[in-house]
Protein backbone atom coordinates (compact mmCIF):
# COMPACT_ATOMS: atom_id res chain seq x y z
CA UNK A 1 0.00 0.00 0.00
CA UNK A 2 1.51 3.18 -0.95
CA UNK A 3 1.60 5.73 1.73
CA UNK A 4 -0.33 8.98 1.71
CA UNK A 5 2.81 11.25 1.17
CA UNK A 6 3.58 9.52 -1.86
CA UNK A 7 0.49 9.65 -3.47
CA UNK A 8 -0.33 13.15 -2.61
CA UNK A 9 3.17 14.17 -4.36
CA UNK A 10 2.64 12.17 -7.26
CA UNK A 11 -1.14 13.34 -7.22
CA UNK A 12 0.45 16.79 -7.20
CA UNK A 13 -1.14 18.22 -3.70
CA UNK A 14 1.83 17.92 -1.73
CA UNK A 15 5.27 20.35 -2.17
CA UNK A 16 6.91 18.80 0.81
CA UNK A 17 10.04 18.09 -1.43
CA UNK A 18 9.96 21.40 -3.80
CA UNK A 19 12.18 23.86 -3.56
CA UNK A 20 12.39 27.51 -5.20
CA UNK A 21 14.46 27.57 -8.09
CA UNK A 22 14.51 31.16 -9.47
CA UNK A 23 11.93 33.56 -8.48
CA UNK A 24 8.68 31.59 -10.25
CA UNK A 25 9.84 27.87 -10.26
CA UNK A 26 9.69 25.07 -8.03
CA UNK A 27 11.75 21.66 -8.96
CA UNK A 28 12.11 18.41 -6.41
CA UNK A 29 14.94 18.44 -4.63
CA UNK A 30 16.70 15.52 -6.08
CA UNK A 31 16.42 17.93 -9.45
CA UNK A 32 18.05 20.82 -8.58
CA UNK A 33 21.92 19.95 -8.92
CA UNK A 34 20.97 18.17 -12.03
CA UNK A 35 19.42 21.16 -13.32
CA UNK A 36 22.26 23.41 -12.67
CA UNK A 37 24.73 21.32 -14.22
CA UNK A 38 22.60 21.27 -17.47
CA UNK A 39 22.49 24.85 -17.07
CA UNK A 40 25.57 25.44 -16.72
CA UNK A 41 26.61 23.24 -19.92
CA UNK A 42 24.05 25.20 -21.50
CA UNK A 43 26.00 28.45 -20.45
CA UNK A 44 28.91 27.38 -21.22
CA UNK A 45 28.21 26.81 -25.03
CA UNK A 46 26.56 30.16 -25.08
CA UNK A 47 22.55 29.24 -24.38
CA UNK A 48 20.84 31.15 -21.81
CA UNK A 49 18.68 28.09 -20.79
CA UNK A 50 15.39 29.55 -18.75
CA UNK A 51 12.41 27.61 -17.33
CA UNK A 52 9.23 28.62 -18.64
CA UNK A 53 7.12 25.72 -16.87
CA UNK A 54 8.26 23.61 -14.10
CA UNK A 55 6.51 22.11 -10.83
CA UNK A 56 2.42 22.57 -11.06
CA UNK A 57 0.03 21.67 -7.98
CA UNK A 58 -3.25 19.72 -8.54
CA UNK A 59 -5.12 22.64 -8.01
CA UNK A 60 -3.58 24.98 -11.00
CA UNK A 61 -3.96 21.82 -13.94
CA UNK A 62 -7.89 21.20 -12.61
CA UNK A 63 -8.50 25.01 -13.29
CA UNK A 64 -6.49 24.44 -16.83
CA UNK A 65 -8.60 21.54 -17.51
CA UNK A 66 -12.11 22.56 -16.13
CA UNK A 67 -11.81 25.69 -18.17
CA UNK A 68 -10.92 23.59 -21.24
CA UNK A 69 -14.06 21.46 -20.54
CA UNK A 70 -16.01 24.47 -19.95
CA UNK A 71 -15.47 26.10 -23.15
CA UNK A 72 -13.09 29.26 -21.05
CA UNK A 73 -9.89 28.58 -22.61
CA UNK A 74 -9.32 27.60 -26.13
CA UNK A 75 -9.26 24.31 -27.43
CA UNK A 76 -7.20 22.73 -30.07
CA UNK A 77 -6.79 20.66 -32.57
CA UNK A 78 -4.57 17.98 -33.08
CA UNK A 79 -2.37 19.71 -35.08
CA UNK A 80 -2.89 23.01 -32.93
CA UNK A 81 -5.21 24.90 -35.04
CA UNK A 82 -8.46 26.38 -32.70
CA UNK A 83 -11.72 25.20 -32.38
CA UNK A 84 -14.81 26.21 -32.28
CA UNK A 85 -15.68 24.72 -28.79
CA UNK A 86 -19.78 25.60 -30.00
CA UNK A 87 -19.91 23.05 -32.89
CA UNK A 88 -17.64 19.70 -30.14
CA UNK A 89 -19.67 16.88 -28.87
CA UNK A 90 -18.61 16.27 -25.22
CA UNK A 91 -15.76 13.43 -26.86
CA UNK A 92 -14.47 15.24 -28.95
CA UNK A 93 -13.65 18.06 -26.33
CA UNK A 94 -12.36 15.12 -24.36
CA UNK A 95 -9.39 14.25 -27.07
CA UNK A 96 -8.66 18.32 -28.06
CA UNK A 97 -7.72 18.75 -24.23
CA UNK A 98 -6.10 15.45 -23.44
CA UNK A 99 -3.87 16.05 -26.29
CA UNK A 100 -2.76 19.03 -25.11
CA UNK A 101 -3.15 19.07 -21.36
CA UNK A 102 -2.62 16.58 -18.92
CA UNK A 103 -5.33 15.65 -16.91
CA UNK A 104 -5.48 16.97 -13.21
CA UNK A 105 -3.53 14.27 -10.95
CA UNK A 106 -1.55 12.80 -13.98
CA UNK A 107 0.57 15.73 -15.23
CA UNK A 108 4.10 15.03 -15.08
CA UNK A 109 4.70 18.44 -13.96
CA UNK A 110 2.97 17.69 -10.82
CA UNK A 111 6.48 16.06 -9.60
CA UNK A 112 9.19 18.80 -10.00
CA UNK A 113 10.35 16.89 -12.19
CA UNK A 114 9.80 18.20 -15.39
CA UNK A 115 10.45 21.70 -17.17
CA UNK A 116 9.59 23.27 -20.32
CA UNK A 117 12.89 25.24 -21.35
CA UNK A 118 13.82 28.28 -23.41
CA UNK A 119 16.62 30.20 -24.66
CA UNK A 120 16.61 33.76 -22.67
CA UNK A 121 19.16 35.08 -25.14
CA UNK A 122 17.76 33.54 -28.25
CA UNK A 123 14.56 35.74 -27.46
CA UNK A 124 13.80 38.36 -30.63
CA UNK A 125 13.18 41.09 -28.61
CA UNK A 126 12.83 42.22 -24.53
CA UNK A 127 8.79 41.75 -24.72
CA UNK A 128 8.46 38.72 -26.60
CA UNK A 129 6.06 36.32 -24.97
CA UNK A 130 7.32 33.07 -25.19
CA UNK A 131 4.68 30.23 -26.44
CA UNK A 132 6.14 27.67 -26.39
CA UNK A 133 4.68 26.41 -29.52
CA UNK A 134 6.07 23.83 -32.39
CA UNK A 135 7.64 26.76 -34.34
CA UNK A 136 9.70 28.28 -31.66
CA UNK A 137 11.54 25.33 -31.06
CA UNK A 138 12.22 23.47 -35.17
CA UNK A 139 15.35 23.11 -36.21
CA UNK A 140 14.77 26.95 -37.80
CA UNK A 141 12.70 28.15 -34.85
CA UNK A 142 14.09 31.02 -32.52
CA UNK A 143 15.24 28.21 -29.78
CA UNK A 144 15.91 25.63 -32.52
CA UNK A 145 20.07 25.81 -31.82
CA UNK A 146 19.40 25.86 -27.70
CA UNK A 147 16.98 22.52 -29.01
CA UNK A 148 19.56 20.63 -31.23
CA UNK A 149 22.22 21.51 -28.79
CA UNK A 150 19.67 19.78 -26.29
CA UNK A 151 19.62 16.33 -28.56
CA UNK A 152 23.01 15.94 -28.74
CA UNK A 153 23.43 16.17 -25.01
CA UNK A 154 20.49 13.59 -24.26
CA UNK A 155 21.73 11.20 -27.42
CA UNK A 156 25.33 11.31 -25.71
CA UNK A 157 23.67 10.78 -22.17
CA UNK A 158 25.60 13.98 -21.00
CA UNK A 159 22.48 15.51 -20.24
CA UNK A 160 22.62 14.74 -16.66
CA UNK A 161 19.42 12.56 -16.62
CA UNK A 162 17.13 14.99 -18.94
CA UNK A 163 15.34 13.60 -21.58
CA UNK A 164 12.50 14.41 -23.74
CA UNK A 165 9.46 11.87 -22.81
CA UNK A 166 7.18 13.85 -25.62
CA UNK A 167 9.70 13.62 -28.77
CA UNK A 168 7.52 12.49 -31.51
CA UNK A 169 3.79 12.03 -32.21
CA UNK A 170 2.74 9.29 -30.90
CA UNK A 171 -1.08 9.42 -31.58
CA UNK A 172 -1.48 10.68 -27.45
CA UNK A 173 -0.01 13.86 -26.13
CA UNK A 174 1.44 16.07 -28.55
CA UNK A 175 5.39 16.39 -29.42
CA UNK A 176 6.61 18.65 -26.76
CA UNK A 177 9.59 19.55 -27.77
CA UNK A 178 10.18 22.11 -24.94
CA UNK A 179 9.70 19.20 -22.21
CA UNK A 180 12.44 17.75 -20.75
CA UNK A 181 12.14 15.38 -17.74
CA UNK A 182 14.57 14.30 -15.28
CA UNK A 183 14.82 10.39 -15.98
CA UNK A 184 16.03 9.20 -12.44
CA UNK A 185 12.98 10.40 -10.50
CA UNK A 186 10.32 10.79 -13.33
CA UNK A 187 10.58 6.92 -14.41
CA UNK A 188 10.92 6.06 -10.48
CA UNK A 189 7.58 7.77 -10.39
CA UNK A 190 6.25 6.81 -13.60
CA UNK A 191 6.71 2.50 -12.13
CA UNK A 192 4.23 3.82 -8.91
CA UNK A 193 1.45 4.49 -11.29
CA UNK A 194 -1.06 1.71 -12.61
CA UNK A 195 -4.63 1.42 -14.34
CA UNK A 196 -5.93 1.15 -10.33
CA UNK A 197 -3.78 3.77 -9.08
CA UNK A 198 -5.44 5.85 -12.17
CA UNK A 199 -9.16 4.93 -12.04
CA UNK A 200 -9.48 4.71 -7.90
CA UNK A 201 -8.11 8.79 -7.83
CA UNK A 202 -9.84 9.63 -10.65
CA UNK A 203 -13.19 8.14 -9.28
CA UNK A 204 -12.64 10.70 -5.89
CA UNK A 205 -11.77 14.10 -8.42
CA UNK A 206 -14.15 16.52 -8.62
CA UNK A 207 -13.41 17.72 -12.12
CA UNK A 208 -15.34 17.99 -15.35
CA UNK A 209 -15.52 15.34 -17.83
CA UNK A 210 -15.12 12.97 -15.05
CA UNK A 211 -17.53 9.88 -16.01
CA UNK A 212 -16.78 10.07 -19.83
CA UNK A 213 -13.04 10.24 -18.70
CA UNK A 214 -13.54 7.00 -16.19
CA UNK A 215 -15.70 5.37 -19.32
CA UNK A 216 -12.39 4.74 -21.63
CA UNK A 217 -10.16 4.69 -18.51
CA UNK A 218 -7.93 2.17 -19.90
CA UNK A 219 -7.38 3.66 -23.12
CA UNK A 220 -6.97 6.97 -22.42
CA UNK A 221 -4.65 5.49 -19.73
CA UNK A 222 -2.05 3.72 -22.11
CA UNK A 223 -2.54 6.32 -25.18
CA UNK A 224 -1.83 9.37 -23.15
CA UNK A 225 -0.10 8.81 -20.02
CA UNK A 226 1.82 5.64 -20.47
CA UNK A 227 2.81 6.11 -24.17
CA UNK A 228 5.88 8.41 -24.07
CA UNK A 229 9.00 8.39 -25.32
CA UNK A 230 12.32 6.63 -23.35
CA UNK A 231 15.35 7.91 -22.59
CA UNK A 232 17.88 6.60 -25.11
CA UNK A 233 20.17 6.70 -22.03
ZN1 LIG B 1 5.70 20.50 -20.15
Do not use: A, T
Given at each position: MMNIDTKNY?????QKDLVPIGQNH????????A?????????DNGFDLSVASSYRSFERQKTIWNEKALGKRQLLSDTGAPLNYETLSQEEILK???RWSAIPGFSRHHWGTEIDVY??????????????IPDE???????GELHKFLDELIEGNNSYGFFRPYCEDRGGVAPERWHLSYAPLSMQNEELIDFE??????????????????SQGDEIFEKYIQNHCLPPF
Open positions: LLGKNLLHRNVVEFHLLRKLCRSILCQNSLPSKDYNVMLVSDDGIFFFKNNIGEFEIELKELLL
